[in-house]
């Protein structure tokens, strides 16, 4: 049996661990509204991007713009978006089972995988069981900017047209509710023509010819990488929004748990004690019969 | 009325706009474009310049700054980096930013930097016409 002294610093321990998980929920539910706000206010945007962008590429020559080739798929490369922090419960481990089973998918068909890493919990991950990694991004959470998507929006355009990958996949969590969490896969390079919006495809393919300002050329080149820039910058605040998220509802678990721990041993705890008394009563009722 | 437009206005940071709206008149790269309901397929860089839309007999305005316009027969999509409301705007802020874009165009130096503070300064006087229009109304 523990002793009663034993018991009472388990309780304090337990009660310490909650006040923490406590105070995390408070800090991701505060940045999960923050995040929230911008990933809602960002999504028309990229959204609007896209059905441009793929109504757009149904109507252009393919050849007519480095960014816009289909080439046969050889080499491909995953964009794993993590997260800098653990603590957000199985956010990360999602992304990576299913990129890993992404990833052996491809690879059984013959193409050569590799990784680009944005997070260090992917990163890490990665790393240890050494997979091929040519790019990473970490630690850009804590101050996220569409700087960041410039960059990394930049990197992937230029290695397309490079040819370092043919085909470009995103796996990222994307933001459903403050509670939920979905995995996305998705292709980002080479643009393709379908897309979920089913009105505009419609619409698109009705019409006949479209008129451009400036030439086409010099149209797709500004968009282009501006579309790459865009969509980074979304799936980066989709990521941040759902880790935010993610980690509120960890937290609270973690909190609840905790408090059902310190109930648990309380009792026994209190249990314990009477026990002791009880048992030392006895022992004093006990003498005094002796005594008689 | 031949049917009205669908204008949306979206920016990186919100959606500023979704309404219908009779005429539409757009700063292209190469000059302003207006829109009326019908227009053809058409997709367009924008520049630094004032976006006017109509519904029934009220003209709106907004300041744009660079972007893209896609034009449908019952749309109008436009995407800018940045776009204001003319109501949004403030003269006094604007006409600060005016001074100030004057003042470092003045000031000179690199190249770069005379560009750049040519373009504030661009920006900034679009934005005090656009507010100071809005806040005398019938001078449209």
Redo the contacts between chains.
């Keep these: 049996m523990p002793s009663l002294q034993s018991l009472r610093r388990k309780i304090a321990a337990f009660k310490n661990t909650q006040k923490i998980t406590k105070a995390m929920k408070m800090v991701a539910a505060a940045k999960l509204k923050r995040s929230q706000d911008r990933i809602l ?2 999504r ?2 990229a959204h ?2 896209r ?2 962008l793929s ?2 590429s149904r109507r252009v020559n393919r050849s007519s713009h480095p960014l816009l080739q289909k080439r046969e798929v050889k080499k491909i490369e995953v964009l794993v978006v993590t997260s800098d922090r653990g603590l957000c419960g199985g956010f990360n481990g999602n992304i990576v089972r299913k990129s890993s089973e992404f990833v052996r998918q491809c690879e059984a068909r013959g193409v050569h995988v590799n990784l680009s890493l944005i997070g260090r919990k992917g990163r890490d991950y990665f790393k240890r069981r050494s997979w091929p990694i040519r790019q990473e991004w970490t630690g850009i959470f804590d101050k996220l900017s ?1 700087e960041h998507a410039i960059d990394i929006g930049g990197d992937l355009t230029e290695n397309f047209v490079k040819g370092t990958f043919d085909e470009l996949y995103v796996v990222y969590n994307e933001f459903k509710s403050a509670i939920q969490q979905r995995v996305i896969v998705e292709k980002l390079f080479p643009i393709d023509a379908q897309t979920e919006f089913g009105a505009t495809q419609a ?1 698109g393919q009705a ?1 006949g ?6 030439d086409e050329a ?2 797709l080149n ?2 282009l990488p501006k579309h790459f820039q ?1 969509q980074a ?1 979304r799936i980066l605040l989709e990521s941040a929004a759902a880790e935010h998220g993610a980690r509120m509802a960890a937290m609270d678990g973690a909190t609840r748990n905790a408090g059902q721990l310190i109930k648990k041993v309380t009792l026994y705890y209190n249990k314990t004690r009477q026990a002791a008394i009880t048992k030392e009563l006895m022992d004093i009722v006990g003498g005094a019969e002796a005594l008689k | 009325m031949a049917g009205k437009i669908l204008l949306e206005v979206v920016t990186p940071e919100k959606q500023l706009l979704s309404q219908e709206v009779d005429e539409v008149i757009a700063p292209g790269s190469e000059g302003e474009f207006g829109v009326l309901p019908g227009h053809c397929h058409f997709l367009s860089t924008l520049k630094i310049g004032e976006l006017r839309y109509r519904i029934g007999e009220q003209s709106n305005s907004m300041a744009i700054l660079w972007g893209f316009a896609e034009v449908t027969p019952t749309k109008v999509t436009i995407m800018a980096e940045v776009a204001e409301k003319a109501e949004d705007i403030s003269i006094e802020r604007a006409t600060e930013k005016v001074a100030e874009a004057e003042r470092r165009l003045q000031a000179g130096g690199l190249p770069s930097e005379v560009k750049e503070a040519q373009i504030s300064l661009e920006k900034a006087r679009l934005r005090k016409k656009i507010a100071e229009r809005a806040k005398k109304p019938g001078t449209h």
């Design positions: 206010s960002a028309p945007y609007k991007m059905e441009v109504n757009l569409f619409e019409s010819s479209y008129l451009y300002e400036p010099g149209l500004a968009l865009v910058y």
